[in-house]
């Protein structure tokens, strides 16, 4: 009798040790109508497949467990389509023709209010090569199309660059500080050192430091950068 206790107390311990979600989708984009999605998460360098539906008449859901809060990734194909927490309990998704958002759970709304953030910066950078092509094609120099808009590109630039930062520096001890960092490393053909990643880890704590992608990347970052400095003449 002890020994059957002792067996279902070791069950619940492990129950509470994970974590269980139930993430209900809804997509008004036709094209996802029969379309497969595949929930991932990050392990080392690689994503792991943890989950997959299909997208029917605009709704799709997932459901499992997890060991812990994790980042995460939806993928149609090998494409990525947008980030979210798997916390504990549910979590429901809205995507369109303007986005997509994640709701429930209190990282997730953290997340996608940074997202939104650096939406809508990257949409007004994006709005300066529009504004450069209109200029080009009523006649203007190009020197002059530069002086006008290199000031304003640089500034956003800047500005998209801060609040990265300063959003990883703000979630170190969490899983957005490191998955937001990987989500930003990615846009690189390979690992570099930065002077934005330098700031990022000039003063992270130690668990930033030895997140296994965290980790990986730099030491990968730092050692692409000796064999750039040894082939430089």
Do not use: W
């Amino acid at each position: 009798m002890t020994r059957i206790l002792c067996f279902l107390a070791s069950l619940l311990l492990l129950a509470s040790c994970a974590e269980q979600y139930n993430i209900a989708g809804n997509s008004s984009v036709n094209s996802f109508d029969g379309r497969m999605l595949y929930l991932q998460v990050a392990s080392g360098n690689d994503m792991n497949r943890i989950d997959s539906c299909e997208v029917v008449h605009g709704k799709f859901s997932f459901m499992g467990m997890v060991d812990s809060i994790v980042m995460a990734e939806i993928y149609m194909d090998n494409e990525s389509l947008m980030p979210l927490v798997i916390e504990n309990g549910n979590l429901s998704i809205r995507v369109d023709n303007l986005g997509q958002h994640v709701s429930g759970g209190p990282l997730n709304d953290r997340l996608y209010h940074f997202l939104r953030q650096k939406e809508r910066l990257d949409n007004e950078y994006m709005e300066l090569s529009y504004q450069e092509m209109r200029m080009m094609m009523e006649g203007m120099h190009p020197a002059a199309i530069a002086a006008i808009l290199r000031p304003r590109a640089e500034a956003l630039s800047e500005e998209i660059e801060a609040l990265e930062t300063k959003f990883i520096k703000d979630n170190y001890n969490n899983v957005l500080g490191p998955g937001v960092f990987m989500l930003i490393c990615n846009q690189y053909r390979y690992p570099i050192m930065t002077d934005q990643i330098r700031a990022i880890m000039k003063k992270a704590p130690a668990k930033f430091k030895n997140h296994p992608y965290v980790k990986r990347y730099i030491s990968t970052a730092e050692l692409n950068m000796q064999r750039l400095q040894n082939v430089t003449p």
